[in-house]
Protein backbone atom coordinates (compact mmCIF):
# COMPACT_ATOMS: atom_id res chain seq x y z
CA UNK A 1 0.00 0.00 0.00
CA UNK A 2 1.16 3.42 -0.79
CA UNK A 3 2.07 5.92 1.73
CA UNK A 4 0.56 8.67 2.23
CA UNK A 5 2.10 11.58 3.79
CA UNK A 6 -0.40 13.51 5.84
CA UNK A 7 0.31 17.56 4.90
CA UNK A 8 -1.61 18.50 7.36
CA UNK A 9 0.66 17.35 9.73
CA UNK A 10 2.86 19.99 9.02
CA UNK A 11 1.74 23.68 9.22
CA UNK A 12 1.78 25.49 5.99
CA UNK A 13 5.00 27.96 6.19
CA UNK A 14 7.04 25.06 6.79
CA UNK A 15 6.24 23.29 4.32
CA UNK A 16 6.46 25.68 2.04
CA UNK A 17 9.90 26.61 3.45
CA UNK A 18 10.96 22.79 3.25
CA UNK A 19 9.89 22.18 0.30
CA UNK A 20 11.83 25.20 -1.23
CA UNK A 21 15.03 25.25 0.65
CA UNK A 22 15.54 22.11 2.85
CA UNK A 23 14.11 19.09 1.07
CA UNK A 24 14.97 20.45 -2.45
CA UNK A 25 18.37 20.53 -1.29
CA UNK A 26 19.06 16.95 -1.52
CA UNK A 27 22.94 16.87 0.48
CA UNK A 28 21.20 18.12 3.47
CA UNK A 29 19.21 15.01 4.14
CA UNK A 30 22.36 12.62 3.23
CA UNK A 31 24.23 14.43 5.88
CA UNK A 32 21.41 13.20 8.14
CA UNK A 33 22.07 10.01 9.56
CA UNK A 34 18.63 10.45 11.35
CA UNK A 35 15.99 9.70 8.10
CA UNK A 36 14.75 11.26 5.50
CA UNK A 37 11.09 10.10 5.29
CA UNK A 38 10.07 7.17 4.00
CA UNK A 39 9.92 6.54 0.43
CA UNK A 40 6.54 4.93 -1.36
CA UNK A 41 6.69 1.47 0.45
CA UNK A 42 4.59 -1.37 0.75
CA UNK A 43 3.00 -0.93 4.82
CA UNK A 44 3.30 -4.69 6.48
CA UNK A 45 2.67 -2.76 9.66
CA UNK A 46 -1.36 -1.78 8.24
CA UNK A 47 -0.10 1.96 10.01
CA UNK A 48 -2.34 3.92 7.99
CA UNK A 49 -5.11 1.66 8.71
CA UNK A 50 -5.48 2.89 12.11
CA UNK A 51 -6.67 6.05 13.84
CA UNK A 52 -4.35 7.61 16.33
CA UNK A 53 -6.28 6.71 18.83
CA UNK A 54 -5.81 3.23 18.08
CA UNK A 55 -1.85 2.77 17.72
CA UNK A 56 -1.11 -0.48 19.75
CA UNK A 57 2.08 0.52 21.06
CA UNK A 58 4.30 3.81 21.00
CA UNK A 59 6.68 2.22 18.47
CA UNK A 60 3.66 2.85 15.57
CA UNK A 61 3.16 6.20 16.83
CA UNK A 62 6.89 6.88 15.97
CA UNK A 63 6.70 4.93 12.90
CA UNK A 64 3.60 6.65 11.86
CA UNK A 65 5.22 10.23 12.23
CA UNK A 66 8.57 8.94 10.71
CA UNK A 67 6.45 8.27 7.70
CA UNK A 68 4.51 12.02 7.95
CA UNK A 69 7.65 14.64 8.91
CA UNK A 70 9.77 15.61 6.10
CA UNK A 71 13.25 15.14 6.79
CA UNK A 72 14.13 18.36 8.29
CA UNK A 73 11.36 18.10 10.56
CA UNK A 74 11.96 15.11 11.55
CA UNK A 75 15.40 16.13 12.06
CA UNK A 76 14.59 18.65 14.06
CA UNK A 77 12.65 16.84 16.60
CA UNK A 78 14.67 14.34 17.03
CA UNK A 79 18.37 16.05 16.82
CA UNK A 80 20.69 17.40 19.47
CA UNK A 81 23.37 19.80 19.67
CA UNK A 82 26.83 19.70 17.58
CA UNK A 83 28.27 15.66 18.18
CA UNK A 84 24.68 14.82 19.35
CA UNK A 85 26.52 13.15 22.33
CA UNK A 86 24.11 13.89 24.68
CA UNK A 87 21.10 13.11 22.93
CA UNK A 88 23.27 9.56 22.99
CA UNK A 89 24.22 9.73 26.91
CA UNK A 90 20.37 10.54 27.67
CA UNK A 91 19.45 7.19 26.48
CA UNK A 92 23.03 5.12 26.98
CA UNK A 93 22.29 5.93 30.73
CA UNK A 94 19.26 4.67 30.88
CA UNK A 95 20.14 1.17 29.36
CA UNK A 96 23.29 1.28 31.45
CA UNK A 97 20.12 0.37 34.69
CA UNK A 98 19.04 -2.43 34.46
CA UNK A 99 14.94 -3.23 36.90
CA UNK A 100 15.11 -5.42 39.95
CA UNK A 101 12.41 -8.08 40.21
CA UNK A 102 10.22 -9.58 43.05
CA UNK A 103 7.65 -12.29 42.31
CA UNK A 104 4.57 -13.38 43.92
CA UNK A 105 3.57 -10.61 45.15
CA UNK A 106 -0.43 -9.68 44.86
CA UNK A 107 0.13 -6.88 42.38
CA UNK A 108 -4.06 -6.58 41.34
CA UNK A 109 -3.96 -2.62 42.44
CA UNK A 110 -1.32 -0.47 41.01
CA UNK A 111 -1.51 2.89 42.61
CA UNK A 112 0.54 4.98 39.92
CA UNK A 113 -0.63 8.51 40.87
CA UNK A 114 2.08 11.13 42.21
CA UNK A 115 1.40 14.31 42.39
CA UNK A 116 3.40 17.82 41.21
CA UNK A 117 2.89 21.01 43.61
CA UNK A 118 0.02 19.96 45.49
CA UNK A 119 -1.79 18.70 42.43
CA UNK A 120 -2.47 14.92 41.85
CA UNK A 121 -1.66 13.65 38.79
CA UNK A 122 -3.18 10.19 37.66
CA UNK A 123 0.68 8.79 36.44
CA UNK A 124 3.96 9.91 36.53
CA UNK A 125 4.61 11.07 32.76
CA UNK A 126 3.63 14.83 31.89
CA UNK A 127 4.68 17.07 28.10
CA UNK A 128 7.55 18.52 28.84
CA UNK A 129 7.57 21.84 26.52
CA UNK A 130 8.80 21.56 23.17
CA UNK A 131 7.66 25.37 22.16
CA UNK A 132 8.15 25.79 18.79
CA UNK A 133 7.85 22.70 17.55
CA UNK A 134 3.96 22.49 18.23
CA UNK A 135 3.32 25.08 15.75
CA UNK A 136 5.24 23.29 13.05
CA UNK A 137 3.00 20.22 12.66
CA UNK A 138 -0.11 21.57 14.66
CA UNK A 139 -1.81 24.98 13.96
CA UNK A 140 -3.26 24.48 17.38
CA UNK A 141 -0.33 22.72 19.18
CA UNK A 142 -0.45 24.11 22.77
CA UNK A 143 -4.57 23.53 23.57
CA UNK A 144 -3.85 20.00 21.67
CA UNK A 145 -1.44 19.44 24.12
CA UNK A 146 -3.20 20.90 26.96
CA UNK A 147 -6.13 19.32 26.75
CA UNK A 148 -4.71 16.02 26.01
CA UNK A 149 -2.25 15.63 28.83
CA UNK A 150 -5.48 16.84 31.09
CA UNK A 151 -7.54 14.04 29.58
CA UNK A 152 -5.51 11.41 31.09
CA UNK A 153 -5.19 13.14 34.48
CA UNK A 154 -1.91 14.55 34.45
CA UNK A 155 -0.37 17.99 33.40
CA UNK A 156 1.20 19.88 30.83
CA UNK A 157 4.13 22.44 30.01
CA UNK A 158 2.83 25.12 27.55
CA UNK A 159 6.13 26.89 26.12
CA UNK A 160 6.51 30.66 25.42
CA UNK A 161 6.62 29.83 21.51
CA UNK A 162 3.67 27.08 22.04
CA UNK A 163 1.09 28.23 19.15
CA UNK A 164 -1.70 30.00 19.16
CA UNK A 165 -0.62 31.65 22.39
CA UNK A 166 -0.21 30.90 25.59
CA UNK A 167 -3.56 31.94 27.03
CA UNK A 168 -5.44 29.65 24.03
CA UNK A 169 -3.66 26.58 26.11
CA UNK A 170 -4.37 27.61 29.45
CA UNK A 171 -8.27 28.47 28.12
CA UNK A 172 -8.27 25.25 26.85
CA UNK A 173 -8.59 23.53 30.39
CA UNK A 174 -10.03 23.70 33.39
CA UNK A 175 -6.80 22.25 35.26
CA UNK A 176 -4.30 24.98 35.58
CA UNK A 177 -1.16 24.25 33.49
CA UNK A 178 2.37 25.21 34.42
CA UNK A 179 3.79 27.48 31.98
CA UNK A 180 7.85 27.36 30.44
CA UNK A 181 10.03 30.52 30.02
CA UNK A 182 12.42 31.30 27.60
CA UNK A 183 13.67 34.48 28.39
CA UNK A 184 14.17 35.68 24.29
CA UNK A 185 13.85 39.46 25.02
CA UNK A 186 14.68 41.82 27.65
CA UNK A 187 13.12 42.57 31.36
CA UNK A 188 10.59 44.39 29.72
CA UNK A 189 9.67 41.89 27.62
CA UNK A 190 9.74 39.43 30.74
CA UNK A 191 7.46 41.49 32.38
CA UNK A 192 4.97 41.47 29.78
CA UNK A 193 4.69 37.59 29.45
CA UNK A 194 4.58 37.10 33.06
CA UNK A 195 1.87 39.79 33.43
CA UNK A 196 -0.10 37.78 30.75
CA UNK A 197 0.97 34.78 32.76
CA UNK A 198 -0.69 35.51 35.88
CA UNK A 199 -3.79 36.51 34.33
CA UNK A 200 -4.21 33.55 31.86
CA UNK A 201 -4.46 31.56 35.48
CA UNK A 202 -1.65 29.30 34.92
CA UNK A 203 -0.83 27.53 38.54
CA UNK A 204 3.18 27.48 38.04
CA UNK A 205 6.24 29.37 36.22
CA UNK A 206 9.03 26.98 34.65
CA UNK A 207 11.85 29.06 33.93
CA UNK A 208 14.27 26.92 31.30
CA UNK A 209 18.05 27.97 32.95
CA UNK A 210 20.14 25.53 30.67
CA UNK A 211 19.88 28.37 27.89
CA UNK A 212 21.81 31.15 28.13
CA UNK A 213 23.49 30.42 24.43
CA UNK A 214 21.50 28.61 22.14
CA UNK A 215 23.30 24.86 21.24
CA UNK A 216 24.10 24.75 17.78
CA UNK A 217 21.63 22.44 16.24
CA UNK A 218 23.14 21.31 13.25
CA UNK A 219 21.03 19.17 11.23
CA UNK A 220 18.88 22.54 11.40
CA UNK A 221 22.09 24.74 10.52
CA UNK A 222 22.45 22.51 7.31
CA UNK A 223 19.16 21.22 6.54
CA UNK A 224 18.14 25.37 6.51
CA UNK A 225 15.03 24.53 8.30
CA UNK A 226 13.26 28.03 9.64
CA UNK A 227 13.69 27.94 13.35
CA UNK A 228 13.56 31.09 14.94
CA UNK A 229 15.95 30.58 17.84
CA UNK A 230 19.58 31.07 17.64
CA UNK A 231 19.06 34.34 16.02
CA UNK A 232 18.52 37.88 17.63
CA UNK A 233 20.39 39.43 20.54
CA UNK A 234 20.76 36.97 22.95
CA UNK A 235 22.77 39.68 25.23
CA UNK A 236 19.67 39.70 27.95
CA UNK A 237 19.89 35.99 27.77
CA UNK A 238 23.13 35.35 28.22
CA UNK A 239 23.37 37.52 31.49
CA UNK A 240 21.04 35.81 33.74
CA UNK A 241 21.57 35.20 36.99
CA UNK A 242 20.12 33.31 40.16
CA UNK A 243 18.63 37.08 41.31
CA UNK A 244 16.80 37.29 38.12
CA UNK A 245 15.09 34.15 38.87
CA UNK A 246 14.10 35.01 42.64
CA UNK A 247 12.44 38.29 40.64
CA UNK A 248 10.70 36.57 38.07
CA UNK A 249 8.84 33.70 40.91
CA UNK A 250 8.29 37.33 42.55
CA UNK A 251 7.00 39.43 39.79
CA UNK A 252 4.81 36.54 38.45
CA UNK A 253 3.55 35.27 42.03
CA UNK A 254 3.10 31.96 41.17
CA UNK A 255 5.44 28.54 42.21
CA UNK A 256 8.80 28.37 40.29
CA UNK A 257 10.12 24.94 38.75
CA UNK A 258 13.93 25.70 37.38
CA UNK A 259 14.17 23.74 34.75
CA UNK A 260 17.87 22.70 33.43
CA UNK A 261 19.52 21.48 36.48
CA UNK A 262 22.41 19.38 36.08
CA UNK A 263 24.27 19.42 39.07
CA UNK A 264 24.10 19.23 42.48
CA UNK A 265 25.48 22.57 43.29
CA UNK A 266 23.01 24.19 41.01
CA UNK A 267 20.63 22.11 42.71
CA UNK A 268 21.15 23.65 45.93
CA UNK A 269 21.31 26.92 44.50
CA UNK A 270 18.39 27.01 43.26
CA UNK A 271 16.50 25.80 45.90
CA UNK A 272 18.00 28.90 48.05
CA UNK A 273 17.20 31.24 45.26
CA UNK A 274 13.49 29.90 45.50
CA UNK A 275 12.95 26.97 43.65
CA UNK A 276 9.93 25.15 44.76
CA UNK A 277 10.54 22.66 41.71
CA UNK A 278 13.81 21.31 40.89
CA UNK A 279 13.61 19.91 37.06
CA UNK A 280 16.79 17.72 36.04
CA UNK A 281 17.14 18.42 32.08
CA UNK A 282 20.04 19.14 29.89
CA UNK A 283 16.75 20.19 26.89
CA UNK A 284 17.09 16.52 25.37
CA UNK A 285 20.76 16.71 24.20
CA UNK A 286 19.80 20.24 22.51
CA UNK A 287 22.11 22.45 24.63
CA UNK A 288 25.27 21.16 25.84
CA UNK A 289 26.93 19.04 23.69
CA UNK A 290 29.21 16.45 25.75
CA UNK A 291 27.06 16.64 29.13
CA UNK A 292 26.06 13.93 31.10
CA UNK A 293 22.63 12.26 30.51
CA UNK A 294 19.91 13.13 32.20
CA UNK A 295 19.66 10.02 34.65
CA UNK A 296 23.19 9.95 35.34
CA UNK A 297 22.79 13.31 37.05
CA UNK A 298 19.48 12.83 38.80
CA UNK A 299 21.05 10.99 42.22
CA UNK A 300 23.08 13.87 42.92
CA UNK A 301 20.66 16.37 42.37
CA UNK A 302 18.09 14.72 44.69
CA UNK A 303 20.90 14.62 47.32
CA UNK A 304 21.66 17.73 47.07
CA UNK A 305 17.40 18.94 47.21
CA UNK A 306 17.49 16.78 50.10
CA UNK A 307 13.76 17.22 50.51
CA UNK A 308 13.61 20.70 50.07
CA UNK A 309 12.08 20.48 47.02
CA UNK A 310 10.09 18.68 44.48
CA UNK A 311 12.42 17.02 41.63
CA UNK A 312 11.17 16.15 38.24
CA UNK A 313 13.33 15.12 35.44
CA UNK A 314 13.48 13.75 31.44
CA UNK A 315 15.79 13.32 29.04
CA UNK A 316 15.51 9.91 26.32
CA UNK A 317 12.44 8.65 28.14
CA UNK A 318 10.95 7.17 25.56
CA UNK A 319 9.28 3.51 27.28
CA UNK A 320 7.60 2.72 31.01
CA UNK A 321 10.96 1.29 31.74
CA UNK A 322 12.27 4.75 31.18
CA UNK A 323 10.12 6.29 33.59
CA UNK A 324 10.45 3.79 36.37
CA UNK A 325 14.12 4.27 36.75
CA UNK A 326 13.97 7.87 36.76
CA UNK A 327 11.38 7.38 39.67
CA UNK A 328 13.86 4.89 41.49
CA UNK A 329 16.64 7.71 41.69
CA UNK A 330 14.16 9.82 43.15
CA UNK A 331 12.17 11.94 40.21
CA UNK A 332 8.48 12.40 41.55
CA UNK A 333 7.23 12.75 37.67
CA UNK A 334 8.79 12.71 34.57
CA UNK A 335 8.62 14.55 31.08
CA UNK A 336 8.48 13.28 27.15
CA UNK A 337 10.05 15.67 25.02
CA UNK A 338 10.61 14.02 22.00
CA UNK A 339 7.75 11.50 22.25
CA UNK A 340 5.46 14.10 22.71
CA UNK A 341 6.56 15.62 19.18
CA UNK A 342 6.25 12.31 17.70
CA UNK A 343 3.06 11.53 18.53
CA UNK A 344 1.43 15.19 18.22
CA UNK A 345 2.70 14.54 14.33
CA UNK A 346 1.30 11.35 14.20
CA UNK A 347 -2.32 11.89 15.94
CA UNK A 348 -2.81 15.36 16.82
CA UNK A 349 -4.40 15.95 20.32
CA UNK A 350 -5.78 12.46 20.17
CA UNK A 351 -1.88 10.68 19.05
CA UNK A 352 -0.79 12.73 22.21
CA UNK A 353 -3.49 11.02 24.65
CA UNK A 354 -3.02 7.92 23.11
CA UNK A 355 0.66 8.21 24.05
CA UNK A 356 -0.42 9.07 27.47
CA UNK A 357 -2.12 6.16 27.49
CA UNK A 358 0.31 3.88 26.26
CA UNK A 359 2.99 5.27 28.53
CA UNK A 360 0.64 4.58 31.57
CA UNK A 361 0.05 1.05 30.41
CA UNK A 362 4.01 0.76 30.22
CA UNK A 363 4.46 1.92 34.32
CA UNK A 364 1.78 -0.29 35.12
CA UNK A 365 3.16 -3.71 33.40
CA UNK A 366 6.47 -2.62 34.54
CA UNK A 367 5.79 -1.99 38.20
CA UNK A 368 3.31 -5.29 38.17
CA UNK A 369 6.19 -7.09 36.35
CA UNK A 370 8.67 -5.85 39.19
CA UNK A 371 5.85 -6.60 42.36
CA UNK A 372 5.52 -3.01 43.18
CA UNK A 373 2.30 -1.75 43.71
CA UNK A 374 2.84 2.21 44.68
CA UNK A 375 5.47 4.84 43.23
CA UNK A 376 6.60 5.30 46.81
CA UNK A 377 8.29 1.75 47.36
CA UNK A 378 10.70 2.23 44.31
CA UNK A 379 13.97 3.47 44.96
CA UNK A 380 17.64 2.87 44.03
CA UNK A 381 17.48 -0.92 45.73
CA UNK A 382 15.54 -1.86 42.48
CA UNK A 383 18.32 -0.64 40.20
CA UNK A 384 21.63 -2.77 38.48
CA UNK A 385 24.89 -0.85 37.04
CA UNK A 386 24.81 -3.26 33.14
CA UNK A 387 26.90 -2.91 30.29
CA UNK A 388 24.83 -1.33 27.42
CA UNK A 389 23.54 -3.53 24.75
CA UNK A 390 24.11 -2.08 20.67
CA UNK A 391 23.81 1.36 20.27
CA UNK A 392 21.74 4.02 22.25
CA UNK A 393 20.16 6.72 19.82
CA UNK A 394 16.85 8.41 20.02
CA UNK A 395 15.60 5.83 17.97
CA UNK A 396 17.20 2.97 20.14
CA UNK A 397 14.01 2.49 22.13
CA UNK A 398 12.07 1.25 19.23
CA UNK A 399 13.64 -1.39 17.28
CA UNK A 400 10.84 -1.28 14.63
CA UNK A 401 11.58 2.27 14.08
CA UNK A 402 15.50 1.79 14.43
CA UNK A 403 15.43 -0.32 11.21
CA UNK A 404 12.67 1.72 9.51
CA UNK A 405 15.26 4.53 9.93
CA UNK A 406 17.92 2.62 9.18
CA UNK A 407 16.36 1.26 5.63
CA UNK A 408 15.41 5.26 4.90
CA UNK A 409 18.82 6.63 4.96
CA UNK A 410 20.77 3.82 2.76
C1 LIG B 1 11.42 19.89 19.41
C2 LIG B 1 11.75 20.27 20.82
C3 LIG B 1 11.47 21.56 21.26
C4 LIG B 1 11.77 21.92 22.57
N1 LIG B 1 11.43 23.16 23.02
C5 LIG B 1 11.61 23.47 24.32
C6 LIG B 1 11.12 24.69 24.85
O1 LIG B 1 10.47 25.47 24.16
N2 LIG B 1 11.37 24.95 26.17
C7 LIG B 1 12.07 24.08 26.98
O2 LIG B 1 12.27 24.36 28.15
N3 LIG B 1 12.52 22.91 26.50
C8 LIG B 1 12.29 22.58 25.21
N4 LIG B 1 12.69 21.37 24.75
C9 LIG B 1 13.30 20.40 25.69
C10 LIG B 1 12.20 19.57 26.34
O3 LIG B 1 11.39 20.33 27.19
C11 LIG B 1 12.77 18.43 27.17
O4 LIG B 1 13.65 18.95 28.13
C12 LIG B 1 13.50 17.37 26.33
O5 LIG B 1 12.91 17.23 25.07
C13 LIG B 1 13.51 16.04 27.05
O6 LIG B 1 14.25 15.09 26.38
P1 LIG B 1 13.60 14.04 25.32
O7 LIG B 1 13.30 14.84 24.09
O8 LIG B 1 14.68 13.06 25.12
O9 LIG B 1 12.35 13.50 25.96
C14 LIG B 1 12.39 20.98 23.45
C15 LIG B 1 12.65 19.69 22.99
C16 LIG B 1 12.33 19.34 21.71
C17 LIG B 1 12.60 17.91 21.27
Partial sequence: MAVARNKNAVSKSVRKSVSKKAVARKPAAKNASIAKPAKKTSNPLGLEKKAPGQFDTLQEIALAAHRKLPAPV????????????????????????????????????????????????????????????????????GPAVARAA??????????????????????????????????RGDRTWIEGILDRVRKAEYGALCVTVDRNFYGRRERDI????????????????????????????????????????????????????????????????????????????????????AGRAEVLADGGVQRGTDVVKMLCLGASAVGVGKLLGLALSAGGEAGVARMLELMELEVRTVMGLMGVTSIKQLGPQWLRAVPVLGTPSPVSAYPLLEEAVRRSTR
Fill in 74 to 141: WDHLMGGADSEMTVRRNRAGLDALALRQRVLVDVRNIDLSTTLLGQKLAFPVFPAPVGGFLGKVHAEG
Fill in 150 to 183: VSRGTTAFIATAAKPSLEAAQQAVKQKLIFQLYV
Fill in 222 to 305: VSGLPVKEGFGDQSYQASLNWKDLVWMKERVGLPLIAKGIATAEDAVLAVEHGADVVYVSNHGGRQLDHAQGSIEVLAEVVKAV
